[in-house]
């Protein structure tokens, strides 16, 4: 799964919240939480591109993920490179679909895929995936969440708000297959991938809580039912 995790607030961050106390006369009092947020009226347009159209735009997406990842140029070369390697993977399987968010330049994505039961199974699946699911899949009513990428507001403001933009892909990549749940595995120590998500609504499967890490080399994290 790829999600790029909350992160601690940045030098300028802190600055940009403080600046206020360093300026003579009396403070300004700090805006509400209403005011901070981002507005649902005014977000970003979400929509789906093509096969063709990943291909025209694989430079642009990988810039985004390079910028929304962190770390040093070296970082984002290694990083870019590893995210558009698996993403060449993905979008080859049947059904798969990337969602871009935009404004006037593209902000966020998410891409995955339906799973079937009598299909090819995505890597690391086979045995961490419980038996209710495994219905859904052979239904045709489960969808892997192969990625969620959005700018650091979305993944430290509003979480639980219908219009967070991470829940408004996630949603939309489910509704657009049908699909009665997501699925998605996480590595066993990414604590920051896994608590990103459940603050966008998933949950652990049953048995597994966030002191007690899984077995195998991954968590399984489902959306939905």
């Given at each position: 799964?790829?999600?790029?995790?909350?992160?601690?607030?940045?030098?300028?961050?802190?600055?940009?919240?403080?600046?206020?106390?360093?300026?003579?006369?009396?403070?300004?009092?700090?805006?509400?939480?209403?005011?901070?947020?981002?507005?649902?009226?005014?977000?970003?347009?979400?929509?789906?591109?093509?096969?063709?159209?990943?291909?025209?735009?694989?430079?642009?997406?990988?810039?985004?993920?390079?910028?929304?990842?962190?770390?040093?140029?070296?970082?984002?070369?290694?990083?870019?490179?590893?995210?558009?390697?698996?993403?060449?993977?993905?979008?080859?399987?049947?059904?798969?679909?990337?969602?871009?968010?935009?404004?006037?330049?593209?902000?966020?994505?998410?891409?995955?895929?339906?799973?079937?039961?009598?299909?090819?199974?995505?890597?690391?699946?086979?045995?961490?995936?419980?038996?209710?699911?495994?219905?859904l899949a052979a239904a045709e009513r489960l969808f892997v969440v192969s990625g969620i990428?959005?700018?650091?507001?979305?993944?430290?403001?509003?979480?639980?708000?219908?219009?967070?933009?991470?829940?408004?892909?996630?949603?939309?990549?489910?509704?657009?297959?049908?699909?009665?749940?997501?699925?998605?595995?996480?590595?066993?120590?990414?604590?920051?991938?896994?608590?990103?998500?459940?603050?966008?609504?998933?949950?652990?499967?049953?048995?597994?809580?966030?002191?007690?890490?899984?077995?195998?080399p991954f968590r399984v994290l489902v959306l939905g039912s």
């Amino acid at each position: 799964m790829t999600v790029n995790a909350p992160v601690r607030p940045t030098t300028s961050d802190l600055i940009g919240r403080h600046a206020g106390r360093d300026r003579p006369g009396p403070l300004k009092p700090l805006p509400t939480e209403r005011e901070r947020g981002s507005s649902p009226r005014t977000g970003e347009r979400v929509r789906p591109l093509t096969r063709r159209q990943i291909e025209d735009r694989l430079q642009e997406l990988g810039d985004l993920y390079a910028e929304t990842s962190g770390g040093g140029p070296w970082a984002w070369n290694q990083a870019r490179g590893a995210f558009l390697r698996r993403l060449a993977v993905d979008v080859r399987r049947p059904g798969f679909e990337l969602l871009i968010a935009e404004t006037t330049v593209l902000t966020g994505c998410a891409h995955g895929f339906p799973i079937r039961g009598d299909g090819p199974r995505w890597e690391g699946f086979d045995g961490y995936i419980p038996g209710s699911l495994l219905r859904l899949a052979a239904a045709e009513r489960l969808f892997v969440v192969s990625g969620i990428l959005v700018p650091p507001r979305v993944r430290r403001q509003y979480q639980n708000r219908a219009w967070n933009l991470a829940r408004r892909l996630q949603r939309r990549l489910l509704a657009d297959h049908g699909a009665a749940a997501g699925v998605t595995l996480v590595d066993r120590f990414d604590d920051r991938t896994a608590e990103a998500l459940r603050s966008w609504g998933w949950r652990y499967v049953d048995g597994d809580t966030p002191r007690t890490p899984p077995l195998g080399p991954f968590r399984v994290l489902v959306l939905g039912s």
